[in-house]
T-cell receptor
Framework: EDQVTQSPEALRLQEGESSSLNCSYT??????LFWYRQDPGKGPEFLFT???AGEEKEKERLKATLTKKESFLHITAPKPEDSATYLC????????????FGRGTSLIVHP | DVKVTQSSRYLVKRTGEKVFLECVQD?????MFWYRQDPGLGLRLIYF???????EKGDIPEGYSVSREKKERFSLILESASTNQTSMYLC??????????????FGQGTRLTVV
């Protein structure tokens, strides 16, 4: 069974304190890994797609990386507006169009 | 920009009512999804549709049904609402490209309360 585990469940940072969120996966064959940001009371918003080990994508203070077993979302010098829940999801090869989501990491950045 | 629109942000319904949640996407996406999201449980898939009139059960289909008569519209129906269906409901759509699913675009969510 395909599994996606995100850690930590919750993370509190001071403004400017860099850190990383983890998404580990156990799947039969990875077709793509997605990162989303979700603000309270809203739907998730797409951030990145990663397809192969070694790939990296960046957007402002966020950088996503991928290995064969996990992905990291690195947050450099975070600001309070980066506070949100970050979700990852994997798409497996083999014909299913249903992604498997992790439960998310809730990030709070204090000023 | 892709837009996924859910018909209501907030709904309050009575136990036993039949409830319709509507979702419309404007980018001709093949795939559409209905999820519910509860604290500590993450996103749970209720139903998935990959084409008009086609549907697949997700992880928690009991008590729900869906309808997809047109490509852009995917409806979730609560046959007889119960208090344990109080939740945030999220609709999403995605494109099929190269035989694989691309990123999902989500609606703003419907916060349903069943009293």
């Amino acid at each position: 069974e395909d599994q996606v585990t995100q850690s930590p469940e919750a993370l509190r940072l001071q403004e400017g304190e860099s850190s990383s969120l983890n998404c580990s996966y156990t799947v039969s064959g990875l077709r793509g890994l997605f990162w989303y940001r979700q603000d309270p009371g809203k739907g998730p918003e797409f951030l990145f797609t990663l397809y192969s080990a070694g790939e990296e994508k960046e957007k402002e203070r966020l950088k996503a990386t991928l290995t064969k077993k996990e992905s990291f979302l690195h947050i450099t010098a975070p600001k309070p507006e980066d506070s949100a829940t970050y979700l990852c999801a994997v798409q497996v090869s083999g014909g299913s169009y249903i992604p498997t989501f992790g439960r998310g990491t809730s990030l709070i950045v204090h000023p | 920009d892709v837009k996924v629109t859910q018909s209501s942000r907030y709904l309050v319904k009575r136990t036993g009512e039949k409830v319709f949640l509507e979702c419309v996407q404007d980018m001709d996406h093949e795939n559409m999804f209905w999820y519910r999201q509860d604290p500590g449980l993450g996103l749970r898939l209720i139903y998935f549709s990959y084409d008009v009139k086609m549907k697949e059960k997700g992880d928690i289909p009991e008590g729900y049904s869906v309808s997809r008569e047109k490509k852009e519209r995917f409806s979730l129906i609560l046959e007889s609402a119960s208090t344990n269906q109080t939740s945030m409901y999220l609709c999403a759509s995605s494109l099929i490209s190269g035989g694989a699913n691309t990123e999902a675009f989500f609606g703003q969510g419907t916060r349903l309360t069943v009293v």
